[in-house]
Structure formats: C-alpha cells, structure tokens
C-alpha cells in the first residue's frame, strides 16, 4: 500500500448524468477526506470520515452529492444529476488520529468535466 | 482555525534559496503552521509543520517569528521540480480538517 488511490483519473460525463468516483486510502488511516478543487483555486473542503462515520459535511455538498465509507475502508463520492458547476478535480485524501499529525495523505484526484 | 495571507506568485532562480512567506497573524497557541504543496495535476503533497520552534527536514525549512504571527518557507536549492503552490495552513490538527487558501505560485526558473 504506497499511497491514496483514486478512480477514475478522468470523467467526462453529460449533464443530468449520475458519477461516482472511489478513493482508497492508505490502510491504518481512519480518517477519510473529500476535497474539490477548480481552476486556481485551492482545494475546497467537502466532507471527512471516522471510520465509518461521516462527522462533516460542508455546505458545499448540497443534496445532489452523497459520500459513504462502507466498512471505513475505501470511500465512494456520488453525484446525481450532474451539472457544468460541478466539473473540477475531486481530491481524496487521508490521515491518522494523531494529536498533531505528520499531514494528509492525498491521491492524484479524479478530474470530472460535465458536458 | 485562523487565516493565512501569501503572495500570489514568485519566481526564484534554480540552485537559489526559495523563501516563501506567509501571514497568520490571529494564530491561536494551540494552531500548528502546515505547508503543503500541489505540483500541476497532482494531488497536494505535505512537506513541513511546526508549532513555536524552527523546524527542518529533508525538503525544506520551516522559520517561524517569535510572536508566531508569520512564517517561512525555505526551500535551500531550488529546483526546477520545485515549481508548484505552496500553501500555507493554520490549523490544530488532529482532528481538525486543512482548510487551504490560493496559496503561492512558484516559479523556478533555469
């Protein structure tokens, strides 16, 4: 296990179509993180996982965006009825419960573009 | 968690000290100072925190002000791999999730 992994690396999809996006993360890490992030801008928190648990949402995650951590493993982040506002990078990343923490860990991303 | 101001973009000449600084001037004393970094199409990449003291490792230096209210972020031998953002974050840890800013653009240039 030699990191976070992400897939896909690339979506293209149409509008109104549903996506749904995996992330792996590195095995003794419990915390779970999604992040998006559009063009020159920096990553935008979303939402973050305790195992299983989703303790955060932001409000940047409306209705149409739905997260899970199934077994507080892998994550899986799903996007209904897609819109052109939504195309970006989707970062995962994770971490450990230390007190300070070395940082996250994050994954390449997958890049989403609604057409 | 407090805010941090940075430079929109540097440049910085290959095999030159890259000094990028950060403000962060309502710090709280629990709040550790983070940087990270995000090369083109990758996934931002952790190189460095600290808390009050001056810290090292084996990709930068971390000098922090006495009254912690800013930072910087030493890169001693740039290298054109060091072209990036670098973010600078304040922030708790632990528990506590990063919450990034636009942070620099580096430019090194040969």
């Known amino acids: 296990d030699t990191g976070v992994s992400q897939d896909p690396r690339h979506k293209i999809t149409k509008r109104g179509q549903n996506v749904t996006f995996r992330c792996d993360p590195i095995s003794e890490h419990n915390r779970l993180y999604w992040y998006r992030q559009t063009l020159g801008q920096g990553p935008e928190f979303l939402t973050y996982f305790q195992n299983e648990a989703q303790l955060e949402k932001s409000r940047l995650l409306s209705d149409r965006f739905s997260a899970e951590r199934p077994k507080g493993s892998f994550s899986t982040l799903e996007i209904q009825r897609t819109e052109q506002g939504d195309s970006a990078m989707y970062l995962c990343?994770?971490?450990?419960?230390?007190?300070?923490?070395?940082?996250?860990?994050f994954g390449s991303g997958t890049r989403l573009t609604v057409v | 968690d407090a805010k941090t101001t940075q430079p929109t973009s540097m440049d910085c000449a290959e095999g030159r000290a890259a000094n990028l600084p950060c403000n962060h001037s309502t710090i709280s004393g629990n709040e550790y100072v983070y940087w990270y970094r995000q090369i083109h199409s990758q996934g931002p990449q952790y190189i460095i925190h600290g808390l009050k003291n001056n810290e090292t490792n084996e990709m930068a230096s971390l000098i922090i002000t006495e009254d912690r209210k800013s930072s910087t972020l030493i890169l001693p031998h740039a290298t054109l791999r060091d072209t990036a953002v670098y973010y600078c974050i304040v922030s708790r840890g632990g528990y506590n999730k990063l919450i990034f800013g636009a942070g620099t653009r580096l430019a090194v240039h040969p």
């Open positions: 990343a994770s971490s450990t419960n230390t007190g300070e923490s070395s940082g996250y860990t």
